[in-house]
């Protein structure tokens, strides 16, 4: 599975994004799909996660409420919608694709290429 996210860019704090992951190559529908973001001088983290039917979602306690993970399988597309952005939200949104739902990073098998978001306070 080859990803390709897109969507990040400056914002102000409040503000909102919506993030894209559009999926090529296997069948997206069988697929979990992830959100991770990586902070500079951070670890990547956890964001929100979708099951493959999109009946199951998780997300990190410091965006549930704000973020909204989505899929529309008929367009192999995963989105997060991301509202009322905060200054730490600041990162690389990274995208990925596993065959388990959950928020640990060794449950996914591929990974897009990352989206700069970045919230000015």
């Known amino acids: 599975v080859q990803l390709q996210a897109s969507g990040g860019g400056l914002v102000q704090a409040g503000g909102s994004l919506r993030l894209s992951c559009v999926a090529l190559?296997?069948?997206?529908?069988?697929?979990?799909m992830g959100w991770f973001r990586q902070a500079p001088g951070k670890e990547r983290e956890f964001v929100a996660a979708?099951?493959?039917?999109?009946?199951?979602?998780y997300y990190a306690s410091s965006v549930k409420g704000r973020f909204t993970i989505s899929r529309d399988n008929a367009k192999n597309t995963v989105y997060l919608q991301m509202n009322s952005l905060k200054s730490e939200d600041t990162a690389v949104y990274y995208c990925?694709?596993?065959?388990?739902?959950?928020?640990?990073?060794?449950?996914?098998?591929?990974w897009g290429q990352g989206t700069q978001v970045t919230v000015s306070s």
């Open positions: 990925a694709a596993g065959l388990v739902t959950g928020a640990q990073q060794e449950m996914y098998d591929y």
């Open positions: 190559g296997r069948t997206f529908s069988n697929y979990a």
């Open positions: 979708i099951s493959s039917s999109g009946g199951v979602t």
